[in-house]
Protein backbone atom coordinates (compact mmCIF):
# COMPACT_ATOMS: atom_id res chain seq x y z
CA UNK A 1 0.00 0.00 0.00
CA UNK A 2 1.23 3.85 -0.70
CA UNK A 3 1.86 5.75 1.87
CA UNK A 4 -0.80 7.96 0.19
CA UNK A 5 -3.55 5.10 0.79
CA UNK A 6 -2.41 4.63 4.01
CA UNK A 7 -2.78 8.01 4.90
CA UNK A 8 -6.32 8.57 2.95
CA UNK A 9 -7.20 5.33 4.97
CA UNK A 10 -6.10 6.11 8.35
CA UNK A 11 -7.92 9.62 7.77
CA UNK A 12 -10.91 7.86 6.49
CA UNK A 13 -10.71 5.75 10.21
CA UNK A 14 -10.20 8.83 12.07
CA UNK A 15 -13.32 10.60 10.16
CA UNK A 16 -15.85 8.04 10.68
CA UNK A 17 -14.68 7.80 14.55
CA UNK A 18 -15.43 10.90 15.11
CA UNK A 19 -18.42 11.90 13.15
CA UNK A 20 -20.72 12.05 15.87
CA UNK A 21 -23.14 8.84 14.58
CA UNK A 22 -23.33 6.74 18.02
CA UNK A 23 -24.89 4.00 15.97
CA UNK A 24 -22.24 4.05 13.32
CA UNK A 25 -19.94 0.76 14.61
CA UNK A 26 -18.74 -0.49 11.68
CA UNK A 27 -14.85 -0.90 11.62
CA UNK A 28 -11.95 -2.46 8.89
CA UNK A 29 -11.64 -6.52 9.48
CA UNK A 30 -9.06 -6.79 12.44
CA UNK A 31 -10.78 -3.33 14.28
CA UNK A 32 -13.58 -3.00 16.24
CA UNK A 33 -14.89 1.01 17.23
CA UNK A 34 -16.00 1.32 21.08
CA UNK A 35 -18.72 3.60 22.15
CA UNK A 36 -16.93 6.65 22.33
CA UNK A 37 -16.32 5.99 18.44
CA UNK A 38 -12.35 5.36 19.13
CA UNK A 39 -11.28 2.54 16.79
CA UNK A 40 -8.45 -0.37 18.57
CA UNK A 41 -7.29 -3.44 16.97
CA UNK A 42 -8.98 -6.53 17.72
CA UNK A 43 -6.63 -8.78 20.37
CA UNK A 44 -3.16 -7.03 21.01
CA UNK A 45 -0.19 -8.19 19.87
CA UNK A 46 1.78 -8.72 23.06
CA UNK A 47 3.65 -6.00 23.97
CA UNK A 48 1.76 -3.08 21.58
CA UNK A 49 -0.30 -0.62 22.75
CA UNK A 50 -4.01 -0.20 23.26
CA UNK A 51 -5.97 2.38 25.19
CA UNK A 52 -2.78 3.55 26.37
CA UNK A 53 -1.16 0.70 27.79
CA UNK A 54 0.42 -2.22 27.03
CA UNK A 55 -1.30 -5.17 27.74
CA UNK A 56 2.09 -7.46 28.78
CA UNK A 57 1.91 -5.39 31.73
CA UNK A 58 -1.45 -6.45 33.40
CA UNK A 59 -1.78 -7.40 36.62
CA UNK A 60 -3.34 -10.68 37.17
CA UNK A 61 -5.57 -9.87 40.44
CA UNK A 62 -7.45 -13.61 40.79
CA UNK A 63 -10.66 -14.34 40.00
CA UNK A 64 -14.50 -13.42 41.14
CA UNK A 65 -17.81 -15.22 40.79
CA UNK A 66 -20.52 -13.23 39.45
CA UNK A 67 -24.40 -15.15 39.13
CA UNK A 68 -23.08 -17.61 36.92
CA UNK A 69 -19.75 -16.58 35.84
CA UNK A 70 -16.52 -16.88 36.50
CA UNK A 71 -14.54 -13.98 35.44
CA UNK A 72 -10.63 -13.64 35.59
CA UNK A 73 -9.62 -9.93 36.23
CA UNK A 74 -6.67 -7.95 35.19
CA UNK A 75 -5.72 -4.25 36.25
CA UNK A 76 -3.52 -2.98 33.34
CA UNK A 77 -2.50 0.34 35.16
CA UNK A 78 -1.68 1.82 38.48
CA UNK A 79 -4.44 2.89 40.65
CA UNK A 80 -4.22 6.70 41.24
CA UNK A 81 -7.22 8.38 43.54
CA UNK A 82 -8.80 11.10 40.86
CA UNK A 83 -8.16 9.17 37.68
CA UNK A 84 -9.62 6.51 35.74
CA UNK A 85 -9.46 3.10 36.61
CA UNK A 86 -8.08 0.21 34.14
CA UNK A 87 -9.19 -3.21 34.37
CA UNK A 88 -9.62 -5.95 31.67
CA UNK A 89 -12.67 -8.83 32.39
CA UNK A 90 -11.79 -12.24 30.71
CA UNK A 91 -14.56 -14.61 30.45
CA UNK A 92 -14.06 -18.19 29.21
CA UNK A 93 -13.57 -18.96 25.58
CA UNK A 94 -16.50 -19.94 24.30
CA UNK A 95 -18.95 -18.04 27.21
CA UNK A 96 -21.66 -15.76 25.65
CA UNK A 97 -20.63 -12.26 27.20
CA UNK A 98 -23.28 -10.87 29.15
CA UNK A 99 -25.06 -7.53 27.73
CA UNK A 100 -24.86 -5.02 30.94
CA UNK A 101 -21.89 -5.03 32.57
CA UNK A 102 -20.78 -2.15 35.09
CA UNK A 103 -18.09 -2.09 37.33
CA UNK A 104 -16.75 0.74 40.40
CA UNK A 105 -13.98 1.40 42.90
CA UNK A 106 -15.58 1.68 46.25
CA UNK A 107 -17.93 -0.02 48.37
CA UNK A 108 -20.75 -2.30 48.06
CA UNK A 109 -23.25 0.58 47.93
CA UNK A 110 -20.84 2.59 45.35
CA UNK A 111 -21.85 5.78 46.88
CA UNK A 112 -19.43 8.15 46.21
CA UNK A 113 -18.48 6.03 43.17
CA UNK A 114 -18.97 6.20 39.85
CA UNK A 115 -20.37 3.28 37.84
CA UNK A 116 -18.84 2.63 34.38
CA UNK A 117 -20.16 -0.06 31.65
CA UNK A 118 -17.40 -2.41 30.97
CA UNK A 119 -17.02 -2.55 26.95
CA UNK A 120 -16.15 -5.82 24.71
CA UNK A 121 -12.83 -5.59 23.72
CA UNK A 122 -12.44 -9.23 21.98
CA UNK A 123 -15.09 -12.21 22.00
CA UNK A 124 -13.80 -13.21 25.81
CA UNK A 125 -12.87 -9.83 27.21
CA UNK A 126 -14.45 -6.71 28.41
CA UNK A 127 -12.45 -3.66 29.02
CA UNK A 128 -13.51 -0.68 31.24
CA UNK A 129 -11.90 2.31 33.07
CA UNK A 130 -14.00 3.24 36.47
CA UNK A 131 -13.16 6.67 38.32
CA UNK A 132 -11.45 6.14 41.23
CA UNK A 133 -12.35 8.49 43.90
CA UNK A 134 -10.51 10.67 45.61
CA UNK A 135 -9.65 10.08 48.44
CA UNK A 136 -9.77 6.47 48.31
CA UNK A 137 -11.42 4.64 51.33
CA UNK A 138 -9.73 1.91 52.71
CA UNK A 139 -11.05 -1.11 52.52
CA UNK A 140 -12.25 -0.06 48.13
CA UNK A 141 -12.75 -2.74 46.26
CA UNK A 142 -13.26 -3.23 42.56
CA UNK A 143 -16.98 -3.82 42.18
CA UNK A 144 -18.40 -5.98 39.08
CA UNK A 145 -22.56 -5.78 38.28
CA UNK A 146 -23.84 -8.21 35.49
CA UNK A 147 -27.34 -7.83 34.74
CA UNK A 148 -29.11 -10.90 34.63
CA UNK A 149 -32.57 -12.48 34.11
CA UNK A 150 -32.82 -12.25 37.90
CA UNK A 151 -31.76 -9.27 38.22
CA UNK A 152 -28.30 -7.39 39.54
CA UNK A 153 -25.27 -9.56 40.85
CA UNK A 154 -22.40 -8.61 41.58
CA UNK A 155 -19.45 -9.72 43.12
CA UNK A 156 -15.93 -7.61 44.28
CA UNK A 157 -12.08 -8.36 44.18
CA UNK A 158 -9.14 -6.52 45.82
CA UNK A 159 -6.88 -4.40 43.40
CA UNK A 160 -3.67 -3.03 43.81
CA UNK A 161 -2.47 0.47 44.71
Same mark, same amino acid.
Request: one cysteine or more.
Given at each position: ?? $?????????????????????????? +???????? =??????????????? =???????????????????? $??????? %????????????? +??????????????????????????????????????????????? =????? %?? *??? *?????? =?? *? +????
Amino acid at each position: MT $STRAIALSLSLVVSACSGDSNDHSAP +AGMHVHAD =GTVHQDEPVAGTAEH =GHVHTDRIALGEVKVGSHTI $SVFQVAK %IEPGQEGDFDLDF +ATGTTLPAAVRGWIGDESSIGSMRVRFQAETATRLHGHPEVPKPLAD =GSLLW %IE *IEG *IDGPQK =GS *I +AFRK
